[in-house]
């Protein structure tokens, strides 16, 4: 019943439909002849209808494809397209229809109807066209004009091949009148040009004409060449000189992609290059590819027309009649030429370039280039071209291998037999530094320089852990779990960029976990601060103390294993001995080469054995800077030592020895000069310490901690850290500037330490001179007693005689003068005792140079301070304030004061004559100018 | 009724679109001929034989159409 109504709706609306279609109202006809004949046509229309609804429906749902694609054929621009999309999402949003496919497909296989008359047919087209292509042929009409239809469509009526009658393959909706089409082509010919009006001539000069250029056209945009068309070389082509100029241009147009398509696919057919370059090829073929497929379609299509043309009579307008011709050619290739012309351009660039670098032009294509076309092409190339870059790329970040057989990627290994030979304890490097480098000219642009950077870091990273660390489970785990193929597609820049982040996290702080647990970094860091820097007060107290004896003989009377028995000791016998194991057993003493004069203090040295991977960080350079730092840090506290043994006897003495009236009346005020020397002395080396155990290396071991400690500290943050730790320590403790001038800091200072040991021997043989006058006191007073005793004068006049030549001051003598020789290179001349070896020439010897070891001190205590206190550096400027706290001493500057003083020595040469020596003189101006 | 109302703007609005489409087809169907046939098509008849139909029925009218301009004359009809 149902069904009823409804055939009976669809007969109603069918023929509604199908009088609306006709060109007169059927009611206002009177001729029953016209009015049968419409009648059966609405007949037939309503029964096709009827017999079509039991055939299977068409794939309907194609249909907005089929359209886009249409109108994507026929128009120039997308717009209309893009329209089409924007009206058919709209479309879909509706909820009134069931059948909007259906719908669609019947719109589309009503233009398709139309077709023919657009003309504008790309080869492209054949296919949907095909299908509609009905058996029946029409008859010719002849007689009626279609003003009404060529009126509507006037503006491109010209340009319109009209559909050949007795072509079977097209139908044409509207057959023209034949005795219109003289006209028309009289029409046509100012439009088209030249073409047609020289195409009879060219046939009579025996040129090629249009059919033939056509016939060949296939071939020669593969690069083959024809009778008219000929390639001579790479770039040029050779066209036949008779043609016509019109012609020539557009066969010079189509000469365009025939010459690119041969250079590309040469150069797709060559074998060298990298893998980069390879797949670039890859791509180019594909592309090429594609272009043979147009070629492919374009030939079928002029095959179609020739034999189209071939079978109809009217060979005059058969090119256009086909709807093939030259121009048509050259607007149907314009694409590809286009893109071949990108091709040969990229090509071109990247025959000096290399990896990256190619990836980069085509990179600048993509995100540079203002046409659309431009940069979908470049995008379509460099999925394929990156892909090895990517490969490469992923390998690298997962698991820490370069596989780069061509030296494309922009992290290169360096060779290790072309490293410079440069002294590694000169220069802050390491197999971390070394063995790869970052090539900042092949980094592609689709990465930034940060990223690289950051890339460059984790593939290393996992190559160190890998290889140097031995924990290759941990990068094979990590690279099977996090490893995911990269690619350029699908790979968004947030996407590669949010991997890279997490791959850089994880191997960094691996590494980091590695360093510090396994490799006990942060351990071994304490170590060298405490042996090599000193801070463990108690052992290198103990040390020294031990050492003391051994070192002050010569070097070459110095054994190793009495060092390290020393050693042994006093690690023994301080807190040291609780340290790790590990520690302790890489903790060495040992002599370094030095000049035979050396004495053992010269030349011990301890010794922190780093092992690998903590090279890294502490690298031999830092290992160097180390035991300098040790070396003068001994030197300091070996004349603490010496210092404090001397006030030590000093201060005893002063209870026993010395406090007897005898010595106290003769060298009351020689004790009382050397004390106040030796105290300013203690002070200054006490400042020191302080100054560079607490000041310089407790702070910037505090600024090592607080990095290192940072979150997300990378090795490359450890190890500039550590570097920047050493070169503070080395700056800051008076070692910089040693190398800079033959009066640095280092120098000074160690003239200063050495006139204080100096000045303590002076002060060692008054204690003995003492001693020495104590006894001889005692035992003249017990002979005294005992002649009393015996009954006789206490005091003869032999006494007075014989008094310089007792004993115990011969054995004085001797030392004296052994002590001189030790001190034979001293830089002031010792007055030695005579030999007479009277006592009081030998004390007048010692308080002079006493004096004068106690000038010499003075002026360089000033002129070191001078120095400090002019140094841009504000601790060292506050180590000068600190000994000088209370400004007892007047720091001057030496260089000026040279000069004064030889402008002064020049002056007084020129005055007087007789002859003073020039370095008492030099002395005593250098005393009036301290006190 | 506001929902038969709403229907009906709704069925306009789907019309319109189609229209367009059909305007940038070029398939030459006017307005009424359009509803007419998403109507038929709704009521499941196949689209393909309705293309067919139309195409053989204007295909007929042009063929003849000359003798139809010698009825025209005849009739009201003078341009």
Redesign the interface.
Known sequence: MGDQH?MS??DT??A???D?????DPS????KQ?LR?LDG??Q???E??????D?A??D?NTAQDL?KR??LRENASPE?AA??SN??S??LS??????KW??????????E??KPH?GLRSPLALVDQQRLVKEKV?QQ?D??TDSEQSDQRSPRGSMEPKALPQSPRRLP???LSKDLEPIRAERDRPAEGTRQASEPAANALNQPTELDLLRDLPFNMQGLSSGSYQFVSARAVKLPTNLPIPILSLLNTLAEPCLLYKTLSNFVNSQDGGLVNQSLRAAIGGELRSYLGLVATLEGEIRRALTAIEKGEDNKNGVRAAGVTLKRCVIWTRDATMGLRLMALIVEDSQQKRGGQIITLIHSLLSSHGDPFVAGFAERLLVHVARPFYDMLRHWIYDGELVDPYHEFFVAENDPNSKADIDPRRVATSIWEDKYKLQADLVPSIISPDFAKKIFLIGKSLNFIRHNCGDSDWVIQYSQTNSKSLDYANTSHANLSASIDTAYQSTMSRLTYLMSHKFLLQTHLQALKKYLLLSQGDFIDLLVESLAPNLDRPAHSQYRHNLTSQLEHAVRHSNAQYDDPEVLRRLDARMIELNRNDTGWDCFTLEYKISPPCDVVITQWANTQYLKIFNVMLRVKRVEYSLNSTWRKCMTGARGVLASSAVDEKLRSDWKNARCLIAEMVHFVNQLQYYILFEVIESSWETLQRTIHKPDATLDDLIEAHTKYVNTIVQKGLLASSAEREDGFLVQLHNMLKCMLNYREVVESLYSFSVAEYTKRQQFTARIEKRTAAGKWGITEKDFNSRASTPAIAQREDRYSAMSDDNANNDSPMLLPSNTGDDTTLLIGMRKRMAELSNDYHVRINAFLYDLAHQPDVDLRFLGVVMNFNESYKPTNPRRQRRREKAKEADRKSHDMTGVSTAHASAKGDSSKVE | MPSKESKREKAKEVVDILEEISILLDTDLDRAQLSLCVSLIENGVNPEALANAIKGLRREVKSNEKALQDIRPESSMSD
Not at chain 1, 20 to 24: D, E, I, R
């Open positions: 409804r709706r669809i609306a069918l509604q439909l199908f609306s279609f006709l060109p007169v206002t006809i009177n001729d016209t004949w046509l609405i037939d229309a309503t096709t209808v009827h017999a079509g609804q055939d429906p068409p309907v359209i249409k109108l209309k329209r089409f009206l058919y709209r479309l509706m909820p009134v229809l069931n059948q259906r719908i669609l497909y019947l719109l589309h296989s009503l233009s109807e139309e657009n029409q009409y007689g009626h909706p509207k057959p």
